[in-house]
C-alpha cells in the first residue's frame, strides 16, 4: 500500500505545464544527442582517416545511439514525474496479435490514401522535385526497421503521452503527441497528412491499451513494407503509382483497395475495442 501511496502522489504532483516541460526536455535531448553524436562520429572520422563515403553511414549508427539515449533519459523522466515504468507497457499476456495486423493494414491504407488525395490535390497548382531520398544496405534497414520503431515509440508514445496522460486528457494528449511525431517525420509536402493521420491512429490504440508492444510492431512492419519497391508493379494491369508534377499519385486500383482496406480496417478496431477494451466511454 506503501508504494500505491508513493505513486499516487507523483501522479498528483504531475501537471500539464510539467509534463509539456518534460516532453520540450524530451525533444531538445533528442535534437542535441541525435545530431551531436552523429557530427562527432563523422569528425572523428575523418581525423582517424575514414573514407568519407562511409560518413552517412556512420551518421546513422551514431544519430540512433543518441536516440537511444534520449529514449533511456525521456524513461527516467517519466517516472520521476508520473511513476510509469516502461516495463508495465510492454504487456505480453494479454497480447492480440490480430490488433496488430490491423492496425498495420489500416494505418498503411489510411497513409496510401491520404497520400493519394494529398497529391492530388496540390499536383494542381504546385510543381516539386520527385522525392529522390534512397536509403539502401543493411546498416539502414536495421535502422529503419529495428531501432527506430523500437526507439521512437518509447520516446513519442510511452515518453510523451505518458507525460500528459493523467493530466490532459485524452484529445490534448493524442494530439499534442502526434503533432510532434509528425513534425519529425515530415519528410516533404505531400506526406503531411499521411503522417499525421496514420501516428495518430497508432497513438489512438497506446492510449486505449497502454502496451507499447502493438505500435512497436505496427511501426516495425509499416517501415518493412515501405521496402516492397512498389513504384515498380502493376496491379491489376495499372502502375500501383504515377507521378504528377513531381507528386505521387495511386493508380485506381491501388487506391480503391487500400480505401476498401482502410474501411474494413477501421470497421475491425472498432469492433476489436467495443470487445476487448470496453471502458467507461471514454475515447
Not at 35 to 50: C, H, K, Q, S, T
Not at 138 to 153: D, H, M, R
Not at 182 to 189: D, G, I, K
Not at 193 to 207: D, G, K, N, P, Q
Amino acid at each position: 500500500m506503501a508504494v500505491v501511496r508513493e505513486k499516487e502522489s507523483v501522479l498528483k504532483a504531475n501537471s500539464r505545464v510539467q509534463g509539456i516541460l518534460g516532453i520540450l526536455v524530451c525533444t531538445v535531448l533528442m535534437l542535441v544527442f541525435m545530431r551531436g553524436f552523429a557530427l562527432a562520429a563523422v569528425f572523428a572520422a575523418d581525423l582517424i582517416g575514414i573514407h568519407p563515403m562511409y560518413d552517412e553511414v556512420i551518421s546513422e549508427v551514431f544519430g540512433n545511439i543518441g536516440l537511444a539515449l534520449t529514449a533511456f533519459l525521456a524513461c527516467k523522466i517519466v517516472y520521476r514525474q508520473t511513476g510509469e515504468r516502461l516495463s508495465d507497457h510492454l504487456e505480453r499476456k494479454p497480447f492480440h496479435f490480430t490488433l496488430v495486423i490491423v492496425l498495420t493494414i489500416t494505418a498503411w491504407s489510411l497513409g496510401e490514401v491520404c497520400d493519394h488525395i494529398m497529391g492530388l490535390i496540390l499536383s494542381g497548382f504546385v510543381r516539386i522535385e520527385p522525392d529522390a531520398m534512397e536509403m539502401s544496405g543493411w546498416v539502414y534497414f536495421i535502422s529503419i526497421v529495428i531501432c527506430a520503431p523500437v526507439i521512437e515509440e518509447i520516446i513519442f508514445r510511452f515518453g510523451y503521452m505518458e507525460l500528459l496522460r493523467k493530466n490532459s486528457g485524452a484529445v490534448f494528449t493524442l494530439l499534442f503527441s502526434t503533432i510532434l511525431f509528425a513534425a519529425a517525420h515530415t519528410y516533404n509536402l505531400q506526406n503531411t497528412a499521411e503522417i499525421f493521420v496514420c501516428t495518430l491512429l497508432c497513438a489512438y490504440v497506446y492510449y486505449r491499451t497502454g502496451n507499447l508492444l502493438y505500435t512497436i510492431l505496427e511501426h516495425a512492419l509499416h517501415n518493412l513494407m515501405c521496402y516492397i519497391p512498389l513504384g515498380q508493379m502493376l496491379f491489376l494491369g495499372e502502375p500501383v503509382y504515377y507521378e504528377s508534377n513531381g507528386f505521387i499519385l495511386a493508380g485506381t486500383p491501388w487506391f480503391v483497395m487500400n480505401l476498401t482496406l482502410l474501411l474494413a480496417g477501421v470497421a475491425c478496431l472498432i469492433l476489436f475495442f467495443q470487445k476487448q477494451y470496453a471502458v467507461d466511454g471514454s475515447l
